[in-house]
Protein backbone atom coordinates (compact mmCIF):
# COMPACT_ATOMS: atom_id res chain seq x y z
CA UNK A 1 0.00 0.00 0.00
CA UNK A 2 1.12 3.27 -0.88
CA UNK A 3 1.77 5.77 1.98
CA UNK A 4 4.10 8.32 0.39
CA UNK A 5 2.61 12.01 1.37
CA UNK A 6 1.03 13.52 -1.91
CA UNK A 7 0.78 17.09 -1.61
CA UNK A 8 -1.70 19.26 -4.09
CA UNK A 9 -1.48 22.24 -5.83
CA UNK A 10 1.69 24.75 -5.57
CA UNK A 11 4.85 24.54 -3.99
CA UNK A 12 5.17 24.35 -0.61
CA UNK A 13 6.66 27.95 0.76
CA UNK A 14 10.42 28.53 1.70
CA UNK A 15 11.06 27.57 5.18
CA UNK A 16 9.00 24.61 5.33
CA UNK A 17 10.51 22.41 7.38
CA UNK A 18 10.77 18.54 5.44
CA UNK A 19 11.52 16.97 8.67
CA UNK A 20 7.68 18.15 9.88
CA UNK A 21 6.59 16.44 7.40
CA UNK A 22 7.94 13.10 8.47
CA UNK A 23 5.41 11.74 10.94
CA UNK A 24 2.86 12.94 8.61
CA UNK A 25 3.42 9.71 6.17
CA UNK A 26 1.79 6.96 8.69
CA UNK A 27 -1.14 8.53 8.56
CA UNK A 28 -1.84 9.61 4.23
CA UNK A 29 -3.76 6.36 3.77
CA UNK A 30 -5.37 5.28 0.43
CA UNK A 31 -9.10 5.21 1.18
CA UNK A 32 -11.18 2.28 -0.41
CA UNK A 33 -13.37 3.09 -3.03
CA UNK A 34 -16.30 5.34 -2.28
CA UNK A 35 -15.57 5.60 1.17
CA UNK A 36 -16.02 8.77 3.22
CA UNK A 37 -14.32 9.86 6.15
CA UNK A 38 -15.53 13.23 8.25
CA UNK A 39 -14.83 14.25 11.13
CA UNK A 40 -18.18 14.61 13.69
CA UNK A 41 -17.89 17.05 16.85
CA UNK A 42 -20.12 15.54 20.02
CA UNK A 43 -21.39 18.98 21.48
CA UNK A 44 -24.13 19.64 24.74
CA UNK A 45 -27.64 20.74 23.30
CA UNK A 46 -28.50 24.70 23.43
CA UNK A 47 -30.27 24.09 26.43
CA UNK A 48 -26.74 23.02 28.00
CA UNK A 49 -23.71 23.57 25.74
CA UNK A 50 -21.32 23.39 28.64
CA UNK A 51 -22.36 20.45 30.04
CA UNK A 52 -19.95 17.07 28.96
CA UNK A 53 -20.39 14.79 26.77
CA UNK A 54 -21.43 11.30 27.39
CA UNK A 55 -18.66 8.89 25.35
CA UNK A 56 -20.52 8.31 21.66
CA UNK A 57 -20.50 4.57 20.46
CA UNK A 58 -20.48 3.48 16.82
CA UNK A 59 -24.60 2.09 17.17
CA UNK A 60 -25.80 5.90 18.92
CA UNK A 61 -25.00 7.69 15.68
CA UNK A 62 -27.66 7.70 12.45
CA UNK A 63 -25.27 9.50 9.26
CA UNK A 64 -27.25 10.38 6.64
CA UNK A 65 -26.05 11.17 2.88
CA UNK A 66 -28.90 13.32 1.45
CA UNK A 67 -31.86 11.76 2.62
CA UNK A 68 -30.57 8.29 2.33
CA UNK A 69 -29.03 6.56 5.82
CA UNK A 70 -25.85 5.15 5.58
CA UNK A 71 -24.57 2.17 7.54
CA UNK A 72 -21.63 2.89 9.84
CA UNK A 73 -18.08 1.25 8.24
CA UNK A 74 -15.67 2.89 10.91
CA UNK A 75 -16.39 5.16 14.05
CA UNK A 76 -13.34 5.71 16.15
CA UNK A 77 -11.39 8.47 18.63
CA UNK A 78 -9.55 11.45 16.19
CA UNK A 79 -6.41 10.94 18.56
CA UNK A 80 -4.12 12.71 15.90
CA UNK A 81 -5.04 16.22 15.34
CA UNK A 82 -3.55 18.41 12.80
CA UNK A 83 -3.91 22.42 13.94
CA UNK A 84 -3.31 25.43 12.17
CA UNK A 85 -3.96 29.07 13.29
CA UNK A 86 -4.48 31.46 10.51
CA UNK A 87 -4.07 35.09 11.58
CA UNK A 88 -5.59 37.89 9.33
CA UNK A 89 -2.22 40.25 8.85
CA UNK A 90 -4.82 43.23 8.41
CA UNK A 91 -5.84 42.74 11.91
CA UNK A 92 -5.18 45.66 14.53
CA UNK A 93 -2.34 44.64 16.36
CA UNK A 94 -4.23 44.78 19.98
CA UNK A 95 -6.05 41.37 19.15
CA UNK A 96 -1.89 40.03 20.43
CA UNK A 97 -2.72 41.12 23.73
CA UNK A 98 -4.76 37.70 23.86
CA UNK A 99 -1.96 35.27 22.46
CA UNK A 100 -0.68 34.73 26.42
CA UNK A 101 -4.16 32.99 26.45
CA UNK A 102 -3.35 31.49 22.66
CA UNK A 103 -0.15 30.11 23.23
CA UNK A 104 -1.43 28.36 26.89
CA UNK A 105 -4.50 27.05 24.27
CA UNK A 106 -1.41 25.68 22.12
CA UNK A 107 1.15 24.50 24.71
CA UNK A 108 -1.72 22.63 26.70
CA UNK A 109 -2.91 20.23 23.44
CA UNK A 110 -2.08 16.54 23.95
CA UNK A 111 1.18 15.34 22.46
CA UNK A 112 -0.75 13.48 19.23
CA UNK A 113 -1.60 17.35 18.04
CA UNK A 114 0.43 19.19 15.43
CA UNK A 115 0.42 22.41 15.40
CA UNK A 116 1.02 25.17 12.34
CA UNK A 117 1.31 28.97 12.38
CA UNK A 118 0.46 31.17 9.45
CA UNK A 119 -0.53 34.83 8.64
CA UNK A 120 -3.22 35.58 6.14
CA UNK A 121 -1.35 38.17 3.55
CA UNK A 122 -1.78 39.23 -0.01
CA UNK A 123 -4.71 36.54 -0.58
CA UNK A 124 -1.57 33.75 0.82
CA UNK A 125 -0.99 32.54 3.45
CA UNK A 126 2.75 33.04 4.81
CA UNK A 127 3.64 29.74 7.19
CA UNK A 128 5.60 30.83 10.15
CA UNK A 129 5.64 27.12 11.33
CA UNK A 130 4.88 24.10 9.52
CA UNK A 131 3.09 21.30 11.54
CA UNK A 132 5.04 20.28 14.52
CA UNK A 133 4.83 17.96 17.83
CA UNK A 134 7.08 21.17 19.46
CA UNK A 135 3.97 23.31 21.25
CA UNK A 136 6.11 25.55 22.44
CA UNK A 137 7.84 26.32 19.27
CA UNK A 138 4.85 27.02 17.44
CA UNK A 139 3.38 29.30 19.93
CA UNK A 140 6.85 31.30 19.51
CA UNK A 141 5.60 32.03 16.01
CA UNK A 142 3.06 34.17 17.46
CA UNK A 143 3.54 38.25 16.22
CA UNK A 144 2.26 41.15 16.12
CA UNK A 145 -0.36 41.66 13.10
CA UNK A 146 0.90 44.28 10.03
CA UNK A 147 -2.59 46.00 10.84
CA UNK A 148 -2.61 48.46 7.80
CA UNK A 149 0.74 46.81 6.48
CA UNK A 150 -1.48 43.76 5.53
CA UNK A 151 -4.18 45.94 3.89
CA UNK A 152 -4.82 43.56 0.97
CA UNK A 153 -5.74 40.55 3.02
CA UNK A 154 -8.09 37.40 1.78
CA UNK A 155 -8.65 35.11 4.79
CA UNK A 156 -10.87 33.21 2.10
CA UNK A 157 -7.81 32.88 -0.52
CA UNK A 158 -5.35 32.50 2.23
CA UNK A 159 -7.80 29.32 3.76
CA UNK A 160 -7.23 27.93 -0.18
CA UNK A 161 -3.81 28.67 -0.77
CA UNK A 162 -2.94 27.02 2.61
CA UNK A 163 -4.90 23.95 2.30
CA UNK A 164 -4.01 23.28 -1.37
CA UNK A 165 -0.10 22.59 0.03
CA UNK A 166 -1.72 20.28 3.03
CA UNK A 167 -0.32 16.63 2.81
CA UNK A 168 -3.42 14.16 2.04
CA UNK A 169 -4.63 12.58 5.46
CA UNK A 170 -7.21 10.56 6.72
CA UNK A 171 -6.74 12.32 10.81
CA UNK A 172 -8.68 15.62 11.84
CA UNK A 173 -8.00 18.28 10.80
CA UNK A 174 -8.83 21.90 11.99
CA UNK A 175 -8.18 25.70 11.22
CA UNK A 176 -8.51 28.20 14.20
CA UNK A 177 -8.76 31.39 11.90
CA UNK A 178 -8.46 35.26 13.32
CA UNK A 179 -9.99 37.94 11.15
CA UNK A 180 -12.77 40.14 10.58
CA UNK A 181 -14.07 38.22 7.69
CA UNK A 182 -13.51 41.06 5.52
CA UNK A 183 -11.83 39.94 2.02
CA UNK A 184 -9.82 43.23 0.90
CA UNK A 185 -8.23 41.90 -1.73
CA UNK A 186 -12.10 41.54 -3.41
CA UNK A 187 -12.56 45.27 -2.60
CA UNK A 188 -13.57 43.99 1.40
CA UNK A 189 -17.35 44.97 0.32
CA UNK A 190 -18.55 42.08 2.56
CA UNK A 191 -21.48 40.78 0.92
CA UNK A 192 -22.11 37.82 -0.55
CA UNK A 193 -18.00 37.26 -1.38
CA UNK A 194 -17.17 35.53 -3.97
CA UNK A 195 -14.34 33.42 -2.72
CA UNK A 196 -16.61 32.19 0.58
CA UNK A 197 -18.39 28.93 -1.38
CA UNK A 198 -15.04 27.95 -2.90
CA UNK A 199 -13.44 27.88 0.04
CA UNK A 200 -16.25 25.91 2.23
CA UNK A 201 -15.81 23.54 -0.60
CA UNK A 202 -12.43 23.60 -0.50
CA UNK A 203 -12.82 22.46 3.57
CA UNK A 204 -15.64 20.04 2.70
CA UNK A 205 -13.53 18.08 0.09
CA UNK A 206 -10.30 17.93 2.86
CA UNK A 207 -12.43 17.13 5.91
CA UNK A 208 -10.84 20.13 7.25
CA UNK A 209 -13.09 22.16 10.39
CA UNK A 210 -12.30 25.95 10.31
CA UNK A 211 -13.20 27.57 14.01
CA UNK A 212 -13.55 31.52 13.53
CA UNK A 213 -12.85 34.26 16.11
CA UNK A 214 -13.71 37.74 14.96
CA UNK A 215 -11.77 40.17 15.40
CA UNK A 216 -11.47 44.48 14.19
CA UNK A 217 -8.89 44.76 11.19
CA UNK A 218 -7.32 48.06 10.53
CA UNK A 219 -9.77 49.71 8.41
CA UNK A 220 -12.90 48.29 9.69
CA UNK A 221 -15.07 50.87 11.99
CA UNK A 222 -17.57 49.58 14.70
CA UNK A 223 -21.17 48.62 14.05
CA UNK A 224 -21.38 49.34 9.79
CA UNK A 225 -23.14 46.86 7.77
CA UNK A 226 -19.83 45.50 6.19
CA UNK A 227 -19.08 44.35 9.72
CA UNK A 228 -22.33 42.49 10.16
CA UNK A 229 -21.98 40.98 6.53
CA UNK A 230 -18.38 39.66 7.29
CA UNK A 231 -19.36 38.31 10.42
CA UNK A 232 -22.08 36.07 8.47
CA UNK A 233 -19.38 35.56 6.41
CA UNK A 234 -17.62 34.25 9.08
CA UNK A 235 -19.91 32.24 10.78
CA UNK A 236 -21.51 30.62 7.42
CA UNK A 237 -17.41 29.33 6.64
CA UNK A 238 -17.52 27.69 10.24
CA UNK A 239 -20.68 26.33 10.46
CA UNK A 240 -20.76 24.47 6.80
CA UNK A 241 -17.05 22.93 7.71
CA UNK A 242 -18.51 21.57 10.86
CA UNK A 243 -17.05 23.98 13.08
CA UNK A 244 -18.45 27.21 15.29
CA UNK A 245 -17.98 31.28 14.75
CA UNK A 246 -16.89 33.38 18.14
CA UNK A 247 -17.65 36.88 18.06
CA UNK A 248 -19.67 39.95 20.73
CA UNK A 249 -21.67 41.98 18.42
CA UNK A 250 -19.68 44.51 16.51
CA UNK A 251 -17.23 44.45 19.86
CA UNK A 252 -13.58 42.76 20.49
CA UNK A 253 -14.26 40.38 23.43
CA UNK A 254 -11.38 41.25 25.70
CA UNK A 255 -11.16 38.22 26.67
CA UNK A 256 -10.53 35.20 24.42
CA UNK A 257 -10.40 32.64 26.75
CA UNK A 258 -13.65 31.63 27.20
CA UNK A 259 -13.87 30.95 23.31
CA UNK A 260 -10.16 28.87 23.46
CA UNK A 261 -11.81 26.80 26.64
CA UNK A 262 -15.10 25.67 24.38
CA UNK A 263 -12.65 25.09 21.17
CA UNK A 264 -10.67 22.67 23.58
CA UNK A 265 -13.96 20.76 24.80
CA UNK A 266 -15.06 20.45 21.25
CA UNK A 267 -11.28 19.11 20.02
CA UNK A 268 -11.58 16.58 22.96
CA UNK A 269 -14.95 15.31 21.70
CA UNK A 270 -14.14 14.64 18.00
CA UNK A 271 -14.53 11.10 16.15
CA UNK A 272 -13.76 10.01 12.33
CA UNK A 273 -17.15 8.25 11.09
CA UNK A 274 -16.25 6.40 7.78
CA UNK A 275 -19.24 5.18 5.14
CA UNK A 276 -19.44 4.19 2.41
CA UNK A 277 -20.65 6.98 -0.13
CA UNK A 278 -22.29 4.34 -2.69
CA UNK A 279 -19.93 6.44 -5.29
CA UNK A 280 -16.84 3.70 -5.83
CA UNK A 281 -19.05 1.72 -8.60
CA UNK A 282 -19.46 2.27 -12.15
CA UNK A 283 -18.31 5.52 -14.00
CA UNK A 284 -19.27 8.65 -11.65
CA UNK A 285 -17.66 11.70 -11.28
CA UNK A 286 -16.70 13.39 -7.84
CA UNK A 287 -19.66 15.29 -6.12
CA UNK A 288 -21.01 17.28 -3.61
CA UNK A 289 -23.97 16.00 -1.18
CA UNK A 290 -25.70 16.62 1.58
CA UNK A 291 -24.42 15.16 5.10
CA UNK A 292 -25.69 15.05 8.67
CA UNK A 293 -25.35 12.80 11.65
CA UNK A 294 -28.28 12.21 14.28
CA UNK A 295 -28.71 10.35 17.37
CA UNK A 296 -31.23 9.55 20.45
CA UNK A 297 -28.67 10.54 23.36
CA UNK A 298 -30.15 12.96 25.03
CA UNK A 299 -28.21 16.50 25.74
CA UNK A 300 -26.54 15.35 22.61
CA UNK A 301 -25.96 17.15 19.12
CA UNK A 302 -23.29 16.69 16.13
CA UNK A 303 -21.22 19.57 14.33
CA UNK A 304 -20.64 17.96 10.92
CA UNK A 305 -19.86 19.60 7.26
CA UNK A 306 -23.20 20.55 6.02
CA UNK A 307 -21.99 18.52 2.67
CA UNK A 308 -19.14 15.80 1.94
CA UNK A 309 -17.36 14.95 -0.70
CA UNK A 310 -17.87 11.79 -3.06
CA UNK A 311 -14.96 10.91 -4.94
CA UNK A 312 -14.93 9.80 -8.20
CA UNK A 313 -14.88 6.11 -8.75
CA UNK A 314 -11.55 4.55 -9.94
CA UNK A 315 -13.52 1.80 -12.44
Known amino acids: MNRKLHFQGALL ?4 AASALTPLAAWSVPPEPGAVTVTVTAAGKKDAPSRPVKEVKRDDVQPYQGKERKQVADWRRGETLFLAVLIDDSLRSSIANQWNDLSAFLM ?15 GTAMVAQDFTQDHALAAKALRLPLGSGGAFASPYLALQDWMKRWP ?4 RKSILLFSSGINYFRGGSGIADPDLDSTI ?3 QKENINIWTIYAHDAGSGRGSFRTFNAQSNLARLSEETG ?15 PYFDEIQMHLNNQYLLTFDSGNGSGKRKGR ?21 FLPASRS
Open 13 to 16: LAGM
Open 243 to 257: AESYYLGFGEPINLK
Open 201 to 203: ERA
Open 168 to 171: ESRE
Open 108 to 122: AQPPTTYIAVAYARN
Open 288 to 308: FDRFHVTTELPNTKFLTPSAV
